[in-house]
């Protein structure tokens, strides 16, 4: 099931656009690009595809969760066009700096001076294409224990030829839904744990929960190969629990899968 993916009105406005053959077209005050001062009015061609293929993290909100793997209740509303509190993925000094190869892992490059040292953070992290699958489940809830699923086929003529309901079209909680999702592979390597724990206690103080609550699901585009992200929205806030010292490990990681999407009920 869906959990916990707040959309954006940017991202309905994308998905709106694909689905009229338009050009998406960014609002002003929307984009990352405007918050972090990167490229902020750069322009992508006309009929640039400005799907997701970024995350953002933040320690931002206040939700709590049952444990590290559960999800929270996003506390952004479907204007909100940034996080609450993003950190970057990666902080290091120029001497320290990534290499080429490593730098095409990550985009809104920043040099930014603390105590009086440069640093460059790297605040969003690039999608691979294996990293995102899209499922389609009927969920179907049960009143005696959690509810079922299954996978949604059309492998029978029915579909072409509805009957029409006689009721007022009223869903009910046992009718369940259709659930189409994106299942997005959520990871981070030791060096990366490593790097955020090193950059909020930079950045906010030892003292601060090391806590990634807020993940932003982006879509944007490089303006040429390897070059920066430009008009890049968050279309999805996911609301998570991710405590970065308790489950760091220094030789495999953290991995889980977030999902967003859409459901439509199932009609008596």
């Given at each position: 099931m869906i959990i916990n993916s707040q959309r954006t009105i940017y991202g309905l406005e994308y998905m709106t656009s694909k689905i009229a053959g338009d050009n998406h077209v960014t609002r002003p005050n929307t984009t990352l690009n405007e918050k972090h001062g990167i490229l902020p009015?750069?322009?992508?061609?006309?009929?640039?595809?400005?799907?997701?293929?970024?995350?953002?993290?933040?320690?931002?909100?206040n939700n709590p969760v049952a444990g590290v793997n559960e999800y929270s209740y996003s506390q952004h509303g479907i204007q909100d066009a940034?996080?609450?509190q993003q950190i970057p993925f990666v902080m290091r000094t120029a001497a320290q700096d990534l290499t080429a190869t490593e730098q095409s892992m990550y985009k809104h490059r920043v040099s930014r001076t603390v105590s009086g040292?440069?640093?460059?953070?790297y605040y969003l992290k690039v999608l691979q294409p294996m990293d995102i699958s899209r499922e389609t489940?009927?969920?179907?809830?049960?009143?005696?224990?959690?509810?079922?699923?299954?996978?949604f086929t059309t492998d029978t003529p029915a579909h072409l030829n509805p009957v029409m309901r006689t009721?007022?079209?009223?869903?009910?909680?046992?009718n369940g839904y259709v659930s189409?999702?994106?299942?997005?592979?959520?990871?981070?390597?030791?060096?990366?744990?490593q790097d955020i724990q090193n950059a909020i206690d930079l950045l906010y103080g030892t003292g601060t929960n090391k806590i990634i609550t807020e993940i932003g699901v982006c879509g944007g585009v490089e303006v040429s190969p390897g070059g920066e992200a430009v008009e890049v929205q968050i279309h999805y806030h996911v609301g998570t629990g991710i405590d970065i010292?308790?489950?760091?490990?220094?030789?495999?990681?953290?991995?889980?899968?977030?999902?967003?999407?859409?459901?439509?009920?199932?009609?008596?």
């Open positions: 009015t750069a322009k992508a061609p006309a009929g640039t595809d400005l799907g997701i293929k970024y995350l953002a993290i933040g320690i931002g909100g940034a996080l609450f040292v440069q640093y460059f953070l489940y009927v969920v179907t809830p049960s009143s005696v224990g959690p509810s079922s699923l299954s996978v009721s007022n079209r009223v869903p009910t909680n046992s189409a999702m994106v299942k997005i592979k959520f990871s981070l390597t030791p060096s990366e744990m010292p308790l489950v760091y490990s220094p030789t495999t990681g953290y991995s889980r899968a977030i999902e967003i999407g859409g459901s439509e009920p199932l009609y008596a």
